[in-house]
């Protein structure tokens, strides 16, 4: 992959080469990585890391990580451990499809495993390779993604997800047919008063807990600034609905 720009995230704390066309990670990265409760010295897993934005971003706010990775893509699987190196993250990156539960198996025990799936099951695909594999499911639905996430991790080890708000209900149901209980759902509204444009997901294998619902995370004022709570998230590192 000769085309590609590079970028910085968390106020430069991650440098983050990827396609300069297609697919490029940004707003849902850091928030998904921003959600994942992971405390410093544990292993978790990303699934369809990409360029390998989220596990970047959360291997910066907390230090000592084992990250594995796995994406399906030859070329973007290179490139995602090419930042890990760059970043100086300690990531295994494996070149893999969230279909193989023997892979998720072999991963494990995870404490924790986040994905930013593809998410429409069907519409009209963008027409750039990478963008169409990132949105559309394409045959893999949120139910093998969640599947995968369970199958590597520990029992109360966590799954998260980032999704358009209009799913948020197939990814609960996709967790919990995957074994991940005690459901936490945080929608992120562009602004105060504004329906969520998208909803962070995150579930408990073998959860018992009730679900929760926390209030919205806004990330714009009116005027089109970043709230204090986004730019503390996007620019600090600070973490979302922290455990």
Known sequence: MTDTTEDALLDGRVRLRQPAKGFRAGLDAVLLAAFVPARPGEHVLEAGCGSGAAFLCLAARVPGLRVAAVERDPAMAALAATNARANAVDARVTEGDVVDRVLARRLAPCDHAFANPPYWPDGTPPPQAL?????????????????????????????????????????????????????????????????????????????????????????????????????????LAAPLAAE
């Open 131 to 235: 963008r169409s594999a990132a949105t559309h499911e394409a045959g893999t639905d949120l139910d093998a993604w969640a599947a995968f996430l369970a199958a590597a991790l520990r029992d109360r080890g966590t799954a998260s997800l980032v999704l358009p708000a209009a799913r948020f209900d197939a990814g609960v149901a996709a967790l919990r047919s995957a074994g991940c209980g005690s459901v936490t759902l945080l929608p992120i509204a562009p602004r105060a008063g504004d329906a969520a444009k998208r909803v962070l997901i995150r579930a408990r294998k073998a959860g018992r807990a009730p679900a929760r619902l926390l209030p919205p995370f806004v990330l714009h004022e009116a005027d089109g600034a970043f709230t204090p709570a986004a730019e503390a998230v996007l620019r």
